[in-house]
Structures are given as C-alpha cells and as structure tokens.
C-alpha cells in the first residue's frame, strides 16, 4: 500500500508545484492577494505531500517491502535497521526524493515565516521556488520513480553497498543537501528581485538567515564526509581532491562569498547586484555538483550510480535555472540601483577582498575538475588533475584570504585607517610570532613552511578571539551586562573564524608531520614507531549480523599509557564485496591508524599511519558549522523579527574613532 | 548484448578492490630512493582505478608500477626520467600533476587570471564608488580638513 | 561596455552548458593508447606453446591489417570474447595473442581446453612486455595495419556486437588502405 500511497502523494506534489509557480506569480503582477495566498497554500501543502511520500519510503525500508524495487535493491533482512532507513538516501531515487523533500520544506517555510516580507517579493520567491519543484519532481516522477513495485516480490533483497553501512551515511546526505538545496532560497530570492527590479537593505536582511541556514550544515556535512573517508576508505587521507568532493566545495567556497557580502549590502546598501549574482552562481554549482555526482561525466573514488540520461534531465533543469536566471540577470541587473560610497579601507573593502578571493578559490576548483571535460574536448587528449595541482593552485591563494580574515572584524565600517587597524591585531600579531618560534624550535628549521602554517593558525585562533576581548576590554567597567549583551552574530563570527584556524592548524600539522610505516606482521610481534610501541595480540576470524572478518587485536603503549584497539577486514557475502575498518587511536596531539591488509606465509600486511594533530580538522569543521548556527540564532537575524528591528541597536562599547 | 558488455567491462574495472597500497616486499632497500619513489607515486594515477594514486591503490597494475618506478629509480633514473618513462607507455593521463602545455595554460593560470581581473573590477568599482575626496585632496588640504573635523568634534 | 560584462554570465554559461551536454557522450573510463597512429615499440615475448617461437614486433607488420588480443585464462571477460575469435580465426581473420601474467603452462593449457585462434602467441607472465604496450587489463583488442602502426585499442571483450559495429568495419577499411 505504502508505496502506492507516496507515488500518489508525489503526483500531488507535482501538480501543487505547478499552483505555486503560476498563481503567486501571476498574483504579483497584477498584484492580486488572493493568489498570492495561494502560492503560499500551495507550498505549505506541497511540503506536507512531499513528507508523506518520503515517510512511505521510509516505512517501505523499515517493514522490508521487497515488493518495493528500490528497497529490494538496497536492502537485506540481516541489514539492521539503522542502515536500512539510512538505505532510504542511500540510492539515487531514494536521495533525489531527501532532496525534493528539503526543497519543499524550505518552500514551506519560506511561506510560513515570511509574513513580514513585503508580499510581492515573497509570492515571487515562492513562483521561483515553485518552478524548481516542478523541475525536480518530474525529474523524479518521470526518471527516477523511487516507488516501483516487483512482481512478484523478491523473498531477499540485494543488500546496500557496505561501504555505504556507516554511521556517515546516516546524517552525511542529509546534511550536504540541506545545504545545497538550502542555497536554492537564496537563489530564489535573487532571482525574485531581479523580477521586481530592486534590491534593498530588507532583502539582504532577509537572504542572510537562509544562506546561514544553508552554510552551517552544508559545512557540517562537507567535515563529516571527510571524516567518513578517513576512517571508511582505509588509507588514512582526509580529502582527495575527488570530483564528488569538489561538487560539494564549489559551493561552499561561493556560500561563504554570498554570506560576507550579503553583510554588506544589509549594512551599506553596496554589492548589489555582485550578491545577486553570487547567490545565482551558488545554486548553480549545486546543481553542476549533482549533475556531476550522477550523470558519470567524471570518475570518482566515492561511491554513486551514475546514468548519463538523467545527466541530460539534469542537465535540462540547469538550462532552465541557471540559463535563465543568468539571461535576466543580464537585462534586469544594470537597471540595479546600489549608490553607497565604499571606501577602500573598511569593513566593506574587507569583504570584497574576501570575495575575491573566494571566487578565485573556486575557480582553481572548477578548473581543476572541469578541465579534463574541455581539453578532451579541444584535442581529445585524457589528461588527469590530481592534489598535486591543488596543492600548488589552491593553498596560495588561500593562505592570503586567511591571513586577511582576522583583519576584516577589525575594520569599522565605511571607514577605517590602516594604522589604527594595525593597532587592533597587534596581540594576535604578537601570539602568532610566538607560536612560529615555538614551532621552529619545535619542528626544526626544516619544517619551516609547517611552522608558518601553525603561525597562521593561531593568528586566526586569538585574531578572532580578539574580537570578543576587545569588545569586552571594552566594555570592562560593566563587563557581565557586555558579555551577555554580546550579540549572538558576533559569538558566531569569532568560533567560525577560530575554526578556521583550528583547520589550519589540524591541515599543517597531518600534511607536515605524518609519518607511515608497513610491514608483515604475525601475532605476539612488537614494532616502535612514532613513539609507540604496537603489539598484535591476535589474528582471528569474526563475524558479524551481515559479514565475516578477518580481525587483527592490538595493544599499544604510547605516553598518555596503554590501551587495545582491532583492525579489520570484511567481507559482507550477499553483497559480495571487502571493506577495510582501520583501528584508529584518535588525540588531540594526533591519530594512530592502522589497518590490515592481505595475508601471506610472512604474516598478515600491517599499514600504520601517524596523523599529528588531523583531529583539528573536523574540530574546525565543526566548529566553523557551528559558528553558523550561533550567528543563526541571533535576534537580529530571526527570520520574521528581522523587519522591524532596528539597525544595530546594540550597545557599541568600542571607543569612537 | 550492449549492457553485457558495459557490465563487463565494468567488472573488468572494478577488478581494482580496497585500497592498500605499497606491501613491504616492494618496498627500496636505500630510504631515501623509497622516500623518492613515494613522492612520485604520489604524483601517478592508478590507470584501472577510479581516482587513486598507484600508491593508494591495490590493483595489480598499480603494483606493477610502483615496482617499475623503484627499478628505474634504483636504475638512476632521475625524478622526471622516471615520470616520463611511465608516460611514455600509458599517456598523460597518468599525471596526477597535468603538465604545463598550451592546452593546460587555462587550467594552471587560470585562477590566477581570476583574481587580477577580479581585483582589477574591484578596484574599479570601489574607484567609482568612492567619496569625493578621491578626487584629490593635496596633503595640505587634507590637513586643514582633519583640523576642522576635530575642532568640530572638540566643541 | 558595462552591459556586456553583465552578459558574460549567461554567455560563459552557454558555453559551458554545451561542454557539459557533449561531455555526456564520453566515456570518462576509457583511455586511448599512446601508441594510435605509431608502431608498437620492440618487444619479444616468449612461445606460449612449447617448442614454438612466441611473439615480437615483427610479426605486427606483416602487410596485413591484425588483431593483438591481450587476454589471461584468469579474466572473466576473456572467456566471453574467445569464443568470438575462433570464430574470426575460422574467417580467416589474422590474430596474435599475447598471454598477460601467467605462466605459460596455465595459457598453453587453457589454449588446448578452449581453442587456439591465434597465429602467433607470447607469454608474458610478469606483464612487463604489457607495460610496454600501455595495457591496463585483459582484455584488450589492438587493431594494426597493414604498416604496423596501432589504429585502436579496445578495452574489455570484444563480443560479437563489438566486432560487427566496430572492429570489422574498421578491420575492412584498414584492408582497403594501400
């Protein structure tokens, strides 16, 4: 029943997505509130079909419906249940529904908290978002049914890729597309005001809350997939550089453009139609990214079915959107008006060096896992662009913007001067010098490109925590009512910014410092390496609800004291396929991996890795999503609130210039 | 019949299985020809893999590669020789790192291209957006003005 | 002036839609040899059946247009596409097959059990002869004309619906070359 249930919920969908494109729209323009109404109807009801049909899909999975094809095809009686609801996005039909999914509930929301946006703008919003659902339901509808039926119904299913039967997969999709998709608001809204013409402080005021509510899960679930590599994949790297990764950077590097200079035109009225277009650009590459994830135009070492007759479906709703938009974009966006007067140095020059660089970032990224397409194209030669090339492309440009980022919430608005800014980062300058000395004593002159790295790391660390104590020096004589009175944005700005340095830090340390060593190990044998001395208990086989094991026990002695841990090797046999799990000793000081491999008459094959400080990655991942949410949170930023208050009413503790 | 050969040749590819690269017997006997030879395995692509570095694959291609490198190495190869002598027989397409040519010019300065044309536009418009003064105070005018403000501000 | 640098946009974009739709037909796995359009570089492989003379390049340029089959009796796929070329041996199609990492025992027996439609066969059982050809995998089909010089590689067997569409017009062209 259930299956029969969520394709009619899906068709209902279909059909109230195609109300929400022409009613709101048709209601702008001849400024009929009735239909703009039921724009908003539509949306809030199509969210509600959408849920259904996702929690048919869900309840399919749960109750083992192997009538139901594409449970049939990622899912096993002995699958448990964890995975087998996580199975639900682990195919391609099953994810582009979570997709649809959280395309209606942003629509929903957007209608359901948008009463204080001017009504016009929002039915406009809700038109747009409404041909992005059209588009994507019948992309799902008519390619990809997740609700097809077998007959007669298989007695076993085929079970999910085990490299797929993680914890990861449980929270890592959902997180990436409620960024990518979250970035389809933003989209919206763009598109809206080129549609209406005008551009003001009340709209950037209004898309800042949803690429926020974009970027910080989007920067969660990028973190996240990494960390799920690490550990998964069993050769110890943390990013690749692989396609499928590079999907889901592009448009986190150009959110995080869109979010600074959003900022900017809500405080100065300037960067209009530069942030209109950001945000075009923004979900476009979302988009290019599930094009590239799934029309298999490129190779990748993650996992994914690929289908190039989908690529043309896609390749279609890119046409529609971002062709489009980019086409009114051309025409409507001159007409723009934004005639604020931006001084060079200020916060306002500040972001649009961010900006900059960030667009340039994204470029080397596009570059690199584009060019292979183009030039193959040109002379029909294969080439390959691998981390060699990132590390030389990427890393200068992005150590410049990091040294800038302390600087930017140092600077005033509309005006600042360089040596008063100077002034201001003196102490994180100071602390930064301090810590490149220590790391040169530390590490050795060798390693000197590693200690500026740890510099840069902690000029970001206390630059950013330098906000907040100069504000509160500031504000000393009463500092309990500053501290509490510090805005919410402001908290978040300075733990995304120490994240950042935190990533540095944990980037530096693993790249500089990592060491590796292999050999054939047999159990009772000890070995040292990176100051820990490793002996292998045992070697025996286990198994576990769905695979067998091949499993090598461990203790080891480093200088925080003993302890055992277990590598193994597993074979899941009605998937018919291996899985490496490492055992991994994680600290803060650094990560002791190891992983078994193959076995012959000299014992079994014994990789081991020591990964210096890596946990700081995801630490700064995490805490720069985090940040996000903080600044999410904050009053001036709930959505709904937003139009009434007033600018910046917060105390302003700093002295005057 | 066409899908039967497109699974086969998938099979034939994902032949590759988990990774777990370099096994101790392949391994150099002088340290510092491994370290070499670990750096340029780095810079190589698994031709039969998906997207890995041959010392990060498991493929028996890989295999023989990472060997050939060392013996080339051990043989005195230097670094680029023994690049070359792979891309000779497999093509570019091994390269992790594309080689600077005219078709490569875009890729390699490309994002460089971005940010001087980028920060050229920015300067433009941050020129056109600027507060008269950017017309041109002399220094002196700047000055007097400065007084002025101050003397208003001390009132 | 500024008009056009609001349309770059939209005509990048176009441009790139179109890169994009093209790049759709191509196969991101499949990898041309560095050989097309030149000779195979000298190499010698040993006989795979005793007492024979095995296989070197100057048997690829003997004035007519021939198949170089990489095969193993290991691979799957080998056993799909051998049938095919008993069946091109019987038409008088010239192959040469060169056995990828195995012993030549374990090829010569595997010749005997299923057929042997090769005019000349060498053994290559630590794959080096294979990486001096660029192969990746068996199996692999190279086409060479009547010069000698490889005019394509296919990867992967080579079923009769590979042969009919692609490789015998191929073949009857390189046959008609002078």
Known sequence: MSAEVGQFALILALLLSAVQTVAPLYGAHRGDGVLMAVGRQAAILQGVFVSVAFACLIHGYVTCDFSMALVAQHSHTTQPLAYRIAASWGSHEGSMLLWVLILAIYGAGVAGFGGTLRETLQARVLGVQGVLGLAFLSFLIFTSNPFLRLSPAPVEGTELNPLLQDPGLVLHPPLLYLGYVGFSVAFCFAVAALLEGRVDAAWARWIRPWVLAAWAPLTAGITLGSGWAYYELGWGGWWFWDPVENASLMPWLLGTALLHSALVLERRGALASWTILLAILTFSLSLVGTFLVRSGILTSVHAFAVDPQRGVYILGILAATTGVSLALYAWRAPALRAGALFQPVSREGGVTLNNLFLTALTATVFLGTFSPVFIEMLNGDKISVGPPYYNRTFAPLAVPLMMLVVFGPMLNWKRDEAKRVLQRVRIPAILAGVALILAVALGGLDHLLAAGGIALGAWLLFGSLAVLVRRWWAGRAYLVRSILTTPRAVVGLVIAHAGLGMLVIGVTGTTAWDSEKVLNMRPGQTIEFAGRSLTMIALETVRGPNYEARQARFSVEDRFGPYRFRSERRFYPSAQSQTTEAAIRVGFTGNFYVSIGEESPGGIVVRMWSHPLIVWIWIGGFAMSIGGLVSLSDRRLRVGAAVRAPLPAAPQPLPAE | MRRLT???????????????????????????????????????????????????????????????????????DTDEQAIDFIVARYGSFVQLRPPLRADTVALWFGPLAVLILGGVGAALYIRSRRPAAATGLTAEEEAEVAEVLNSDRAR | MKRLLFLAPVAVFGVLLVVFFLGLGRDPRSLPSVFIGKTLPEFAAPAVRPGDVGLSRADLNGGDPVLLNVFASWCGPCRVEHPVFMRLRAEGVPIHGLDWKEDAEAGYRWLQENGDPYIRVGSDPAGRVGIELGVAGVPETFVIDKQGRVRYRHVGAVTPDVWERKLRPMMEDLRREP
């Open chain 2, 6 to 76: 497109a699974g086969l040749t998938l099979a034939f590819v994902l032949a590759a299985g988990p990774a777990l690269a370099v096994k101790p017997d392949e391994q150099l006997a002088d340290p510092a020809q491994e370290a070499r030879a670990l750096t340029l395995g780095k810079e190589l692509r698994c031709v039969v893999c998906q997207n890995q570095s041959i010392d990060d694959s498991d493929a028996a291609l890989a295999r023989d590669l990472r060997l050939i490198l060392r013996e080339r190495i051990a043989a005195g």
